[in-house]
Structures are given as structure tokens and as C-alpha cells.
T-cell receptor
């Protein structure tokens, strides 16, 4: 049981390039989330999904897109990368729609845009 | 709307000393409260959570937290700090009907020998 896995671990992008951050979970969780973490700012929710085919915006969705075609996978797409998207990105998953459920986090992707 | 305030971006303690990390929340409905820990270059893992019932919650690694509704607080404590406790700690809030968490900005715990 690998939990939540993310690839790549590190990436350097040039301004204007695009990329996809991959996230997979093997716990059969319906709910999946993408966060970004900036120093001293905590975690900010980018997008989340309540099941295959259903996604919704979080607090900071601008510049990002997501899709959820399967229960296991929740990729995050960056189009036209900007320096402001330099951050550490975490994917997470959880069981249920009630907020009492624990979220399980992946190890993160460290992205630098120059 | 929900929000979390963690007092102190950095807390320093000596090994063996009491650890106290402060968390205050704002929520218009009964909250669910969480503490997560993040070790360097890793993801977050759950320390403990409060949903309903007993207000004193025990977690992993000897940590505990007490939900105080009147003070809108959920402070994290550990009687005796260990070097391995050095990490960043995040308080988070959710509630029934919400599937998302709102995180505080985090508190870095530094433990000196």
C-alpha cells in the first residue's frame, strides 16, 4: 500500500512552459486535493475533487487546471508557468464528504519557475 | 468562513521541556480540528484530531490537545520535548458538510539539547 504518490519530486521550468504534476492514490479514496505550500503561508487549496469526473476550485485556482478521470489519479496542470508558481505542491486524499476524515498527503513536488 | 491562527511562527524549547503550540480557530458551526506535523522535505501526517466527544485528544508521539469551545482554542502540548520532535506543526479546521481543510500558517518547533 503506497498511499499517495507524486511525480516528479523536483522540477525547474522556464517562464511560459507548461507541465503536469502527477498524483496517484491506492486507498480507493473518493476525495482528492491539491495544495501549494509557500514559506510562512501554510497550505493553500488549489483544486479538489469529490469523485471521478467532478472537480471544484479551491482558494488559489488561477493558473492551474485539473482533471479526474479515475478514482486513483488527480493530475494538476500548469499552463504558461510564472515565477509566482514557484512553490511546493502537495496532493492529498481522504475517504468521505464529511470534514472529520483525515487527509493523507503525498511527499510533495518542489517546483521552481525561472 | 473558517480560519485558523497559530501564534508564533517559531517556538524554541530545550530537550525535556514542555511543548506548547497555540491554535485558535474561527468557525460558525461546530468545528473539526486537526494537528498535522511536517518533517523536513516530507508531506504532512496527522498527529491528532477532534471531531466530537472527549475534548482532550491524545495523538501520536506523546502529543495531546484540548478543545476549548469557550476560548475557540485547540492548543497542542507535549510534557517533555525530544530532539525528534523538531518539525513544522500545522493546525487545521473543517466541519460537518465541508470536505476541505483550512490550515494555519504553521509553527516551526526547534528543540535544543
Amino acid at each position: 500500500n503506497a498511499g499517495v504518490t507524486q511525480t516528479p519530486k523536483f522540477r525547474i521550468l522556464k517562464i511560459g512552459q507548461s507541465m503536469t504534476l502527477q498524483c496517484t492514490q491506492d486507498m480507493n479514496h473518493n476525495y482528492m486535493y491539491w495544495y501549494r505550500q509557500d514559506p510562512g503561508m501554510g497550505l493553500k487549496l488549489i483544486y479538489y475533487s469529490v469523485g471521478a469526473g467532478i472537480t471544484d476550485k479551491g482558494e488559489v485556482p488561477n493558473g492551474y487546471n485539473v482533471s479526474r478521470s479515475t478514482t486513483e489519479d488527480f493530475p494538476l496542470r500548469l499552463e504558461l508557468a510564472a515565477p509566482s508558481q514557484t512553490s511546493v505542491y502537495f496532493c492529498a486524499s481522504s475517504w468521505g464528504q464529511d470534514g472529520s476524515y483525515e487527509q493523507y498527503f503525498g511527499p510533495g513536488t518542489r517546483l521552481t519557475v525561472t | 468562513a473558517q480560519s485558523v491562527t497559530q501564534l508564533g511562527s517559531h517556538v524554541s524549547v530545550s530537550e525535556g521541556a514542555l511543548v506548547l503550540l497555540r491554535c485558535n480557530y474561527s468557525s460558525s458551526v461546530p468545528p473539526y480540528l486537526f494537528w498535522y506535523v511536517q518533517y523536513p522535505n516530507q508531506g504532512l501526517q496527522l498527529l491528532l484530531k477532534y471531531t466530537t466527544g472527549a475534548t482532550l485528544v491524545k495523538g501520536i508521539n506523546g502529543f495531546e490537545a484540548e478543545f476549548k469551545k469557550s476560548e475557540t482554542s485547540f492548543h497542542l502540548t507535549k510534557p517533555s520535548a525530544h530532539m525528534s520532535d523538531a518539525a513544522e506543526y500545522f493546525c487545521a479546521v473543517s466541519s460537518s458538510g465541508y470536505s476541505t481543510l483550512t490550515f494555519g500558517k504553521g509553527t516551526m518547533l526547534l528543540v535544543s539539547p
